[in-house]
């Protein structure tokens, strides 16, 4: 295909950024949106020059993929619907609330031969990139990951756990080059009904062990990993994108590595929309975003006890 033709299914604020994106996208047509509340639909086609959809039936047989920017609650069934109707998706984390159900739109769309990413954007940060480029000629010895913000304005229904701390899960899976072994994890809610800061440790099967810790109680956002490896120290600022390195030989001296500046969200789009033409698998597929979720629900039920 010259161009993907995409939709996208609910503009509220991640999606909205979606739409915005396939509309610069040159290997993409932004054929319309759909959201549940037609005047943000509206607005949304209104500014990104597509028409916006009534049902999502419509948009659905107009397109060969879609982002589903919707509440995970509905990923599941709306996924499995435009799975069956053949499309490829661009998922938005996390991929459903019940791992079974991630399991099965996994399954589905491996038997059907259809594109499945997940939207795990900090795998596309570039200060990430750069990092996990350098890490994989070294062996890392332990990670350690602090993702903080301010208690968010709105109602919050989810824990801390998967709306923040499953992007470091993700990306200590994948720097990991073993299995996971074991995960403890402890927590506690303050300002909302579920966990608002969480300290877990994963475990690998050759000896790494890394540390996250994620809380929505701090005045100031953070962003971090570092990372100890046989030869080296990184200090990595995903916020700021911004990777520094410090040998061993001279820990007193910090010496900044090139990042190529970027914007994750797009380079997350640019690739979907090219596994989608070239029939490959995306940076992360929908196995990743399985193996995440099934992660973050163990973390999730050991910070309750």
Do not use: W
């Amino acid at each position: 295909m010259s161009r993907v033709r995409v939709g996208v299914v609910g503009v509220g604020v991640m999606g909205d950024h979606h739409a915005r994106i396939y509309s610069t996208l040159k290997d993409a047509k932004l054929v319309g949106v759909y959201d549940g509340d037609l005047v943000r639909g509206q607005e949304a086609a209104a500014k990104y020059g597509c028409p916006p959809f009534s049902d999502l039936e419509s948009l659905c047989a107009s397109v060969d993929a879609l982002s589903v920017a919707t509440p995970t609650s509905t990923h599941f069934p709306i996924a499995l619907t435009l799975l069956r109707a053949g499309k490829h998706l661009l998922i938005e984390k996390p991929l459903t609330l019940d791992p079974a159900e991630a399991q099965e739109l996994c399954q589905f769309a491996s038997n059907r031969k259809l594109v499945v990413s997940v939207g795990m954007i900090e795998r596309f940060n570039p200060a990430f990139i750069k990092a996990a480029s350098m890490l994989k000629k070294e062996t890392i010895l332990g990670l350690t990951f602090n993702r903080y913000s301010p208690y968010p304005n709105r109602i919050f229904d989810a824990s801390v756990v998967m709306d923040m701390m499953i992007h470091d899960i993700d990306l200590a899976l994948a720097l990991a080059g073993a299995d996971l072994d074991s995960v403890k994890a402890s927590g506690k809610a303050v300002k909302s009904p579920t966990l608002d800061e969480v300290v877990a440790r994963l475990y690998f099967k050759d000896g790494l062990i890394a540390k996250l810790r994620a809380c929505r109680l701090k005045e100031s956002k953070e962003r971090s990993i570092l990372a100890i490896t046989d030869r080296s120290v990184y200090e990595i600022d995903l916020l700021a994108k911004t990777v520094n390195l410090r040998s061993f030989a001279s820990l007193s001296d910090r010496a900044p590595l090139e990042v190529r500046p970027a914007d994750q969200l797009t380079l997350e789009l640019k690739d979907f929309i090219s596994a989608v033409k070239k029939g490959r698998e995306p940076e992360v597929p929908c196995s990743s975003g399985l193996r995440s979720l099934k992660v973050a629900k163990e973390v999730e039920r050991l910070a309750c006890l």
